[in-house]
């Protein structure tokens, strides 16, 4: 470390305000996309300083917009400056790219770092040697790196031991990992200064690029919105529609809901951009479009067409998730509140009605669980109703016929006999002794990288003649947790046979589930074991559900789902259906994977949840398995995990830069 970075820079307060000023300048023009750099002339004769790196922040509404900086052995502060001001400006793609009149919102910090020092200590004791409120950290092993600032342990109020696991977790390494000997770790300490960032833009410019965008008004959006029902009439006769209205307002919007109303029914059709604002025209045209397409699809006709209703909003702004979430100082004659959950969204828009209201109606309407999960963000609204609520969630569907093969000739051939004789190379060629295991754990990919795993795993298991197969839900259509209803599961070949009894009484017995189709038209997660079981356990049924988010509320559905099992004459086989960490390295990927493994051998169903969501393991299926594994428990029918095989899909692929891991396990 360079000796001159050992000490704190001596700071007054003219430098200080002097760093806000330049700092805040840089950030602000290079937003606006103006060209500017710090000089060090600007920085009152501390510029030239040698530091160990700065950090800009950017927070609006007290949600962290942007946080860059630099860091080098020894650099002058006019550099180090310089860089994290333009960093934080445009780099940071945590987020979506800052507007200019997010400037008049933001609140800026700056930390100026010195002092680094490498701790020596060794194991547990390096907690020792951690102050909260004066030292920032980094850790640095092999190609991770992590850094959290001073004040990041102080807002998140952590004490020192949380302060080092949250370190680990930034550079994504196990939370324990700050014990290792092979984990360098650094202490520094920061100056942190604080100021409006909107107080740092030149005057002569702060009303030419400040302004926030005022959207359109109610009549712009009538007439947009009758533009909208003559195109909707050109495209059902095949004519060209106008893609353009003269006159009519064109700016960026965040997104748009077409409602269009029939004889007794309306229907909605959206579209959001939220990274990414779109012209309004263009999006509405698009909306007209799928507007038409699904009254072909439908039957209706224009004469069907009674009127069409629009809602647009733009300048959204994060408020947190709906477990912390504070919307009281919304103004909801200008604003709605926008939900975001998995990919679905709902938005609720009521002028003069308390933002606390919009936000339960909002997600009562949705079923989105009040947790960190979904997203609560405001955003200004131009409608031409008097309020409005539009969501993309969508009610559940409940088919009576067979469902259909939706991955067949991509995760496993479409082809009866070529399925039958690539399926039946994976199985072991001596007899397998079988038992009746309660519980099973498999993955779901590809059957090039997973499936001598899976029917290895499988084979060894003597089933019942129901058969509960939990998986996760890997798309944002349909319910979170899903019961397919199905009679039969069709695949080339052979089908599967479902139970719609069985499937109803599922749902009675644990009610976060519902009966849901949709959730299963697309999904994998399923299929892909299904022309295994067939082979194995031909006389079986199978009812499948998928599941995403909930983890609240697994230990109360594990206890519900094992009372109606023990009322069952005979008890099911349950599936989870999983595969283990996503796309890292395939060292990266093992290591990941054996915590993961551990856990589960342990029988330790939170522990597992708890390295997932804490060390960044992407295993697709924790819910799905600690959901078997609760349930097991409950039923007094966990007390060992037999280990079938690990292995990923480098071992295949031969790609051991970008790895997906896979496991096979057995439970009783």
Not at 64 to 69: E, N, P, V
Not at 248 to 263: I, M
Not at 504 to 533: G, M, N, T, W, Y
Request: hydrophobic share 40%; net charge negative; charged share 25%.
């Amino acid at each position: 470390m360079n000796e001159t970075m050992n000490t704190a820079p001596e700071i007054n307060e003219s430098q200080k305000q002097a760093i806000l000023q330049a700092a805040g300048r840089k950030v602000a023009l290079t937003i606006c996309r103006f060209e500017n750099k710090i000089q060090k002339e600007d920085l009152d004769g501390i510029g030239e300083s040698p530091v160990y790196g700065a950090f800009v922040s950017l927070k609006r509404f007290r949600q962290l917009r942007a946080c860059c900086g630099s860091l080098g052995d020894s650099i002058p502060l006019v550099d180090a400056l310089d860089q994290a001001a333009y960093r934080a400006a445009i780099d940071d793609i945590r987020f979506p790219p800052i507007q200019n009149h997010e400037i008049n919102d933001m609140e800026m910090e700056v930390w100026i770092l010195h002092s680094p020092e490498l701790v020596g200590a060794q194991g547990e004791d390096r907690e020792k040697f951690v102050e909260i409120g004066k030292h920032g950290l980094m850790i640095i092993q092999g190609e991770h790196r992590g850094l959290l600032l001073p004040g990041v342990a102080t807002e998140l109020k952590l004490n020192a031991k949380q302060f080092l696991e949250e370190t680990c977790v930034k550079a994504r390494l196990p939370k324990d990992a700050w014990k290792n000997e092979s984990a360098l770790l650094f202490r520094f300490q920061g100056i942190l200064l604080k100021a409006r960032l909107r107080d740092m833009v030149p005057e002569k410019l702060a009303d030419q690029i400040l302004v926030p965008p005022q959207g359109p008004t109610r009549a712009d959006l009538a007439k947009l919105a009758d533009h909208c029902y003559k195109n909707i009439g050109k495209l059902f006769q095949n004519q060209i529609p106008d893609f353009y209205l003269p006159g009519a307002y064109d700016g960026t919007v965040s997104g748009a809901c077409l409602r269009v109303r029939l004889d007794k029914i309306s229907a909605d059709c959206a579209q959001l951009y939220m990274t990414n604002p779109q012209p309004l025209q263009s999006t509405l045209l698009a909306l007209s479009q799928n507007a038409t397409m699904a009254m072909r699809q439908n039957g209706l006709r224009p004469a069907n067409l009674q009127k069409t209703a629009l809602c647009v909003f733009w300048d959204p702004k994060s408020l947190g998730n709906a477990e912390t979430v504070d919307v009281s100082s919304i103004d909801s004659t200008k604003s709605g509140l926008l939900a975001i959950r998995f990919g679905k969204w709902i938005l609720g828009y009521a002028p003069g009605k308390k933002p606390e209201a919009i936000l339960e109606d909002v997600l009562k309407n949705s079923g989105f669980e009040k947790d960190e999960s979904t997203e609560i963000l405001s955003v200004q609204v131009g409608c031409t109703d008097i309020a409005f609520m539009t969501s993309t969630v969508q009610k559940p569907l409940i088919r009576q016929e067979p469902r259909k093969p939706a991955v067949s000739g991509l995760f496993y051939p479409a082809q009866a006999d070529v399925l039958e004789t690539m399926r039946d190379e994976f199985f072991s060629k001596e007899p397998v002794e079988k038992k009746p295991y309660p519980g099973v754990l498999v993955p779901h990919a590809g059957w090039k990288f997973s499936g001598k795993l899976t029917a290895q795993t499988l084979e060894q298991v003597d089933f019942s003649n129901r058969i509960l197969v939990f998986a996760p839900k890997h798309n944002a259509v349909g319910v979170d947790w899903g019961v397919c209803p199905t009679p039969r599961w069709l695949l080339p070949g052979r089908p599967m046979e479902g139970d719609e009894g069985f499937s109803h009484a599922l749902v009675e017995a644990v009610p976060h589930f519902q009966l849901d189709s949709l959730c299963h038209d697309r999904e994998h997660s399923i299929e892909v074991i299904l022309p295994f079981l067939t082979k194995l356990t031909p006389g079986s049924h199978v009812v499948g559900a998928v599941m995403v988010g909930g983890e609240r509320e697994l230990a109360k559905s594990a206890k519900e789902l094992a009372d109606w099992i023990r009322t069952l004459p005979k008890r099911p086989t349950i599936i989870a259906s999983s595969d283990m960490n996503h796309y890292e390295s395939q060292e990266e990927t093992l290591q990941k994977d054996q915590e993961v493994i551990e856990a589960m051998q342990a029988l330790d169903p939170e522990k597992m949840l708890a390295i997932c969501r804490d060390e960044h393991v992407s295993m697709c299926g924790c819910i799905p398995c600690a959901f078997m594994m609760m349930t097991l428990r409950e039923l007094g029918q966990l007390n060992r995990a037999v280990l079938v095989g690990h292995t990923t899909s480098g071992e295949t692929g031969g790609d051991l830069k970008s790895v997906v891991g896979y496991c096979g396990m057995l439970f009783e």
